[in-house]
T-cell receptor, first 114, second 109 residues
Framework: KAGVTQTPRYLIKTRGQQVTLSCSPISGHRSVSWYQQTPGQGLQFLFEYFSETQRNKGNFPGRFSGRQFSNSRSEMNVSTLELGDSALYLC?????????????FGQGTRLTVV | GESVGLHLPTLSVQEGDNSIINCAYSNSASDYFIWYKQESGKGPQFIIDIRSNMDKRQGQRVTVLLNKTVKHLSLQIAATQPGDSAVYFCGNAGNMLTFGGGTRLMVKP
């Protein structure tokens, strides 16, 4: 069974640009969550999508957005990139039951903003 | 604010010793806690979970203890091995899965 796949693995962007990251969940999983990981802030929850709808949202500005397709694949977009957006972006998939703790993470996309 | 937080950013233990990683939680936390392990270059991986109707739960070489009186939970790793070297996150699974800062466990040979 294939795991969670994130593309691309590495990305370098310039301030002011926008970026789109992709996540393919484990087959059968309907929930996809996105996290930002930085050395100083740990794992910060961005948002969760379930059946193409955003079900939960963290405390990030509107420049961070996402969507989920009918096949459960998800994308997140960051517009008007800032230097502080440099981070490892992780997505996690799960079956999607509320309060379910076992999520499966991808290896992440390392975004560097210069 | 965060519902869970780790006590120490790093922990160094001797191979073969037991490791204890501590985490505190706030009133805003839900009644379901989890531990994840993240090895270098990989995404976090689920280790074990516990609900608030339990005080203790055991897995393979790991035990999670939950003290609701002082809002504290801990992850104990028995006979720590070099492969246990990783960053450990405690988390809270309410409507969404959120994490505190991690503790880096370093195992000395």
């Amino acid at each position: 069974k294939a795991g969670v796949t994130q593309t691309p693995r590495y990305l370098i962007k310039t301030r002011g640009q926008q970026v789109t990251l992709s996540c393919s969940p484990i087959s059968g999983h309907r929930s996809v969550s996105w996290y930002q990981q930085t050395p100083g802030q740990g794992l910060q929850f961005l948002f969760e999508y379930f059946s193409e709808t955003q079900r939960n949202k963290g405390n990030f500005p509107g420049r961070f957005s996402g969507r989920q397709f009918s096949n459960s694949r998800s994308e997140m977009n960051v517009s008007t990139l800032e230097l502080g957006d440099s981070a490892l972006y992780l997505c996690a998939s799960s079956l999607g039951g509320q309060g379910q703790a076992e999520a499966f993470f991808g290896q992440g996309t390392r975004l560097t903003v210069v | 604010g965060e519902s869970v937080g780790l006590h120490l950013p790093t922990l160094s233990v001797q191979e073969g010793d037991n490791s204890i990683i501590n985490c505190a939680y706030s009133n805003s936390a839900s009644d379901y806690f989890i531990w994840y392990k993240q090895e270098s270059g990989k995404g976090p991986q689920f280790i074990i979970d516990i609900r608030s109707n339990m005080d203790k739960r055991q897995g393979q070489r790991v035990t999670v203890l939950l003290n609701k009186t002082v809002k504290h939970l801990s992850l104990q790793i028995a006979a720590t091995q070099p492969g246990d070297s990783a960053v450990y996150f405690c988390g809270n699974a309410g409507n969404m899965l959120t994490f505190g800062g991690g503790t880096r466990l370093m195992v000395k040979p």
